[in-house]
Nanobody, 117 residues
Framework: QVQLVESGGGLVQPGGSLRLSCAAS????????MGWYRQDPGKQRELVAT???????RIADSVKGRFTISRDNTKNTVYLQMNSLKPEDTAVYYC???????????WGQGTQVTVSS
C-alpha cells in the first residue's frame, strides 16, 4: 500500500502563486504517474496535471501556461507550481499515484486551494 500526503494548499489572492507538494510513503519503480486532480462541490473530479517517473507530462488545457508539474523520484515527491491563480482554480486538490502495470490508483486526502480577494 502507498500513502500520499499533500501540503501547500491555502488561501491566495487572484494572480498569486501557490506550490503544492505530495509525498508518497514508498517508491514504485515500475511505470507510474503522479499528479493532481481537483474537485469542487457538485462537480466531477478532473485532471489537473500528471507526470510519469520518466518525465512525461499531461496538463489540463485550463491550466496550461500557468501550472507546472515536476517530481523528484529520489524523494517520492511530486510538485505543482501554480501561478496566475484564478478564482475558478478554487477546489480541493487531490494527489494521485497511478500504477500502470496493475491499473491501480492511490489517493491523498486532499488539500484545499482557495483563490479569492
Amino acid at each position: 500500500q502507498v500513502q500520499l500526503v499533500e501540503s501547500g494548499g491555502g488561501l491566495v489572492q487572484p494572480g498569486g502563486s501557490l506550490r503544492l507538494s505530495c509525498a508518497a510513503s514508498r517508491s514504485i519503480f515500475s511505470r507510474n504517474a503522479m499528479g493532481w486532480y481537483r474537485q469542487d462541490p457538485g462537480k466531477q473530479r478532473e485532471l489537473v496535471a500528471t507526470i510519469t517517473n520518466g518525465g512525461s507530462t499531461r496538463i489540463a488545457d485550463s491550466v496550461k501556461g500557468r501550472f507546472t508539474i515536476s517530481r523528484d523520484n529520489t524523494k517520492n515527491t511530486v510538485y505543482l507550481q501554480m501561478n496566475s491563480l484564478k478564482p475558478e482554480d478554487t477546489a480541493v486538490y487531490y494527489c494521485n499515484l497511478h500504477h500502470f502495470a496493475v491499473g491501480v490508483d492511490y489517493w491523498g486526502q486532499g488539500t484545499q486551494v482557495t483563490v479569492s480577494s
